[in-house]
Structures are given as C-alpha cells and as structure tokens.
Nanobody, 114 residues
Framework: QVQLVESGGGLVQPGGSLRLSCTSSDNIFSLGTMGWYRQAPGKQREVVASLNIAGAADYAASVSGRFAISTDNAANTMFLQMNSLKAEDTAVYYC????????WGPGTQVTVSS
C-alpha cells in the first residue's frame, strides 16, 4: 500500500509563495497520473494540478499561471510551487493519484491571510 505524506504548508500573506512537497513510499508515479488536491472548509475536495509520467501537466483554471507541479523522481517526491497566493487558496492540500488512489495522507494546511 502506497503511503503519501504532504508537507510545506503554513501561513503566508496574500501575494506570497509556498512550496508543497509530497513524498511517496513507492515510485512517485506508481499510482499513475498524480495530482494535488485541496479541500477548503465546507467545500468538496478538488484537484488543482495533475502531472502524468510523460510530464504533461494540467491545472484548474483557478490556479493556472500561479501554481506549478513537478517531481523529483529519484526522491519519490512531487512538488507544488504556489505563487501569488490568494485568500481563496486557503485549504488543506493533499496529493494522490488521479485515477488510482492510495489512502489519503494527513494533508498540509495552507492559510493565506494578512
């Protein structure tokens, strides 16, 4: 069973940046296409970015141009670089496969506030 652990969240002012990390106990693409998800209070979990093994990335319209997804395959780690953060980006962020999923990790809290 693949285990995923997210880290890198925190409190940041609007306009700031954060870099999230997702470390897998297996090859980072063992679940296939990987994604970053977020869940804000009272809202459903949504995928904000995905990356397939060929390197093709896809982004939700709300984060396109501000977020960038990448991997360090040798370290079994996936990243989410988040720039120009907005209050509406506040959420718990998770990583997981897009079509095949492992058990959800603990997530990492991102709070954008002045």
């Amino acid at each position: 069973q693949v285990q995923l652990v997210e880290s890198g969240g925190g409190l940041v002012q609007p306009g700031g940046s954060l870099r999230l990390s997702c470390t897998s106990s297996d090859n980072i693409f063992s679940l296939g296409t990987m994604g970053w998800y977020r869940q804000a209070p009272g809202k459903q979990r949504e995928v904000v970015a995905s990356l397939n093994i060929a390197g093709a990335a896809d982004y939700a319209a709300s984060v396109s141009g501000r977020f960038a997804i990448s991997t360090d395959n040798a370290a079994n780690t996936m990243f989410l670089q988040m720039n120009s953060l907005k209050a509406e980006d506040t959420a718990v962020y998770y990583c997981n496969g897009v079509t095949r999923r492992a058990r959800w990790g603990p997530g990492t809290q991102v709070t954008v506030s002045s």
